[in-house]
Each structure stands twice: as C-alpha cells, then as structure tokens.
C-alpha cells in the first residue's frame, strides 16, 4: 500500500503561482510514474501532468507553458509548479503514483483556488 500526502494547495489571484507537493510512502520498491490530475465541481478528474521513472514528460494541452512537473531527488516526491494561473485552473488536484510495476495510488487532494 502507499500513502501519498499532498501539500502547497491555496487560494491565489488570478496571475499568480503556487507550488504543490506530493511525496510517496509505504510498501515501494519502485515508483514508475508520479503525476498530477484535478477535478473541477461538476467535471471529471483530469489529467494535468505525469511524469515517468524515465522522466517523460506529459501535460494537459490547457497548462502547457504554464505549469512544471519535476521530481525530487529521492524520486518518491513529485512537484508541481504553477504559474499565470487562471479561474479555470481551480480544482481539487490529486497526486497520483503508479508503483512496483502494476500498483496505483491516489492522495487525498488539495484545494487550489484562483479568484480576485
């Protein structure tokens, strides 16, 4: 089982930037993937970013430019940097880790709210 724990998510201006953690624990021997997805009210979850064992990169067309994922150096810690955030940005964002070849977990997820 894993345990990913979600932190970094806020309330911020339309414009502005917030930075969101996950890091990974539990029975793992290998993270394969680590990304990122949100769910706006009354939408399905979204894919927004993943990022491989390899480091393949993968965004959602609607953040491109906008948002960075990057992993930590101990590899069980994912980022996500984003910026010239927008209204349509805010949702609920969920950690996600692909592990030990065939396991798949989720977080709890972290508000992120853009609003003037």
């Known amino acids: 089982q894993v345990q990913l724990v979600e932190s970094g998510g806020g309330l911020v201006q339309p414009g502005g930037s917030l930075r969101l953690s996950c890091e990974a624990s539990g029975s793992i021997f290998s993270i394969n993937a680590m990304g990122w997805y949100r769910q706006a009210p009354g939408k399905q979850r979204e894919l927004v970013a993943t990022?491989?064992?390899?480091?393949?990169?993968n965004y959602a067309d609607s953040v491109k430019g906008r948002f960075t994922i990057s992993r930590g150096t101990a590899k069980n810690t994912v980022y996500l940097q984003m910026n010239s955030l927008k209204p349509e940005d805010t949702a609920v964002y969920y950690c996600?880790?692909?592990?030990?070849?065939?396991?798949?977990?989720w977080g709890q997820g972290t508000q992120v709210t853009v609003s003037s």
């Open positions: 990022i491989s064992s390899s480091s393949r990169i």
């Open positions: 996600y880790a692909l592990y030990n070849n065939f396991k798949s977990g």
